[in-house]
């Protein structure tokens, strides 16, 4: 199966700042995948990203505050923008593939907001 | 809108006893149903999926799971649990027409020596 790598894996960020994720994939998928996971909770859906489209944000997620590149079917960026000590969290991107539409995951983003 | 409950947020057990992680799922068709693990500062590693066929599903280290439509339930089970089974457990339907997952809120699964 494809591997999914994240960069970087954690950082330390001051409020205010903005901080970009990256994630690859080692081959070309179609859709692909940002996730916030807060502390202790559950996996929320940031947006859907594919290739040559604006990325599709869901409910309570704006473009400004969180901004989506997806220039080729192997890489993605998120942005955290005008971070605060809120976004603290873990970011994951994932991928969609095999049969039944399962998700591979990268290793996770984890962002301290000071 | 789909939904997953996942009853229990913290399960401990003993090395070598039998488990049993609940889900419950809302979805108007026939679901994608998906157990993934996620170890202390990693990503999500998928343990097993059911789409069609067989209602018990084998998945990777141990693991089963079985449908049961009529009680809207996915629950993951594994016969005698490892310490390195230690972990927090998300259920998760996938949603056909919308192309994404919902997952549940997980459980934190943890093992007695």
């Known amino acids: 199966s494809a591997v999914i790598s994240q960069k970087p894996s954690r950082d330390i960020c001051q409020r205010g700042t903005s901080l970009t994720i990256q994630c690859q994939v080692d081959?070309?998928?179609?859709?692909m995948f940002w996730y916030r996971q807060q502390p202790g909770q559950s996996l929320t859906l940031i947006a859907t990203?594919?290739?040559?489209?604006?990325?599709?944000?869901e409910s309570g997620f704006v473009i400004d505050k969180f901004p989506i590149s997806r220039p080729n079917l192997t890489f993605s960026t998120l942005t955290v923008s005008n971070m605060s000590p809120e976004d603290s969290s873990i970011y994951l991107c994932s991928f969609e593939g095999g049969v039944g539409n399962e998700q591979f995951f990268g290793p996770g983003t984890r962002l301290t907001v000071l | 809108a789909q939904s997953v409950t996942q009853p229990d947020i913290h399960i401990t057990v003993s090395e070598g006893a039998s488990l049993e992680l609940r889900c419950n799922y809302s979805y108007g068709a026939t679901p994608y149903l998906f157990w993934y693990v996620q170890s202390p500062g990693q990503g999500l590693q998928l343990l097993l999926k059911y789409f069609s066929g067989d209602t018990l599903v084998q998945g990777i280290k141990g693991f089963e799971a079985e449908f049961k439509r009529s009680q809207s339930s996915f629950n993951l089970r594994k016969p005698s649990v490892h310490w390195s089974d230690a972990a927090e457990y998300f259920c998760?339907?996938?949603?056909?027409?919308?192309?994404?997952?919902?997952f549940g809120d997980g459980t934190t699964l943890t093992v007695k020596p």
């Open positions: 081959s070309q998928v179609t859709m």
């Open positions: 990203a594919n290739q040559g489209s604006e990325a599709t944000y």
């Open positions: 998760a339907v996938y949603n056909t027409n919308a192309g994404k997952s919902t």
